[in-house]
């Protein structure tokens, strides 16, 4: 059983940064894959970025490329969202999700374990 827990979202102008953090629980940590998700307002989850156990292979959503970083610390049993140039558009509630499938999957329904979510506002 993992427990996932998100911290670091809030409220930021355009053109900002925040940074993401997770923490899931458990010893194998390393073991799971893990991606970002996020549900703009009135929109669907959506895929935002995902990692692979072992941190060598990354995976964006077009709409972030370039702008979102994710990153982890298997040490410290941590997943980052380093998000850079903020737009209006990027306000959603961010979630944090571990998989031990594939990594980099864009479907919300391959990760079985989720957190609360953090609010990210981005205002123009």
């Known amino acids: 059983q993992v427990q996932v827990a998100e911290s670091g979202g809030g409220l930021v102008q355009a053109g900002g940064s925040l940074k993401l953090s997770c923490v899931p629980s458990?010893?194998?940590?390393?073991?799971?894959?893990m991606g970002w998700f996020r549900r703009p307002p009135g929109k669907e989850r959506e895929f935002v970025a995902g990692?692979?156990?072992?941190?060598?292979?990354?995976y964006y959503a077009d709409s972030v490329t370039g702008r979102f970083t994710i990153s982890r610390d298997n040490a410290k049993n941590t997943i980052y969202l380093q998000m850079n140039s903020l737009k209006p558009e990027d306000t959603a509630v961010y979630y944090c999700?571990?998989?031990?499938?594939?990594?980099?999957?864009?479907?919300?329904?391959?990760?079985?374990?989720w957190g609360q979510g953090t609010q990210v506002t981005v205002s123009p």
């Open positions: 999700a571990a998989t031990v499938g594939v990594a980099g999957s864009r479907r919300w329904s391959d990760y079985g374990y």
């Open positions: 990692i692979s156990g072992s941190s060598d292979r990354t």
């Open positions: 458990g010893r194998t940590f390393s073991r799971y894959a």
